[in-house]
């Protein structure tokens, strides 16, 4: 088992920044990948961000040059640096442990309750 919580959401005026923070715990040897999600209102879940055990980094087109998602592997926290933030950025945004095999990414075992992000015009 798998244990995450995020924190670091809220209230942001567009053009402004927010760090989201993902705490994990229990079986984190079980995975070798972490992501942040997000999921608007009547939305599908997103991916935004994707970073490997070895570093690697994946962002959706839309966050790219933006988001930063960065890790600290003695501490098994994972962040989500997020500038420019637009109106479209507004969501639930969630973090996820999952596992890789070369290209392929499979379905997160394990999710956290999500924080809320919410930019203003």
């Known amino acids: 088992q798998v244990q995450l919580v995020e924190s670091g959401g809220g209230l942001v005026q567009a053009g402004g920044s927010l760090r989201l923070s993902c705490a994990a715990s229990?079986?984190?040897?079980?995975?070798?990948?972490m992501a942040w999600y997000r999921q608007a209102p009547g939305k599908q879940r997103e991916l935004v961000a994707r970073?490997?055990?070895?570093?690697?980094?994946n962002y959706a087109d839309v966050v790219k040059d933006r988001f930063t998602i960065s890790r600290d592997n003695a501490k098994n926290m994972v962040y989500l640096q997020m500038n420019s933030l637009k109106p479209e950025d507004t969501a639930v945004y969630y973090c996820?442990?999952?596992?890789?095999?070369?290209?392929?990414?499979?379905?997160?075992?394990?999710w956290g309750q999500g924080t809320q992000v919410t930019v203003s015009s």
């Open positions: 229990g079986s984190i040897a079980s995975i070798n990948a």
């Open positions: 996820a442990a999952q596992r890789f095999s070369g290209s392929t990414y499979f379905t997160p075992r394990y």
């Open positions: 970073i490997t055990s070895g570093g690697t980094t």
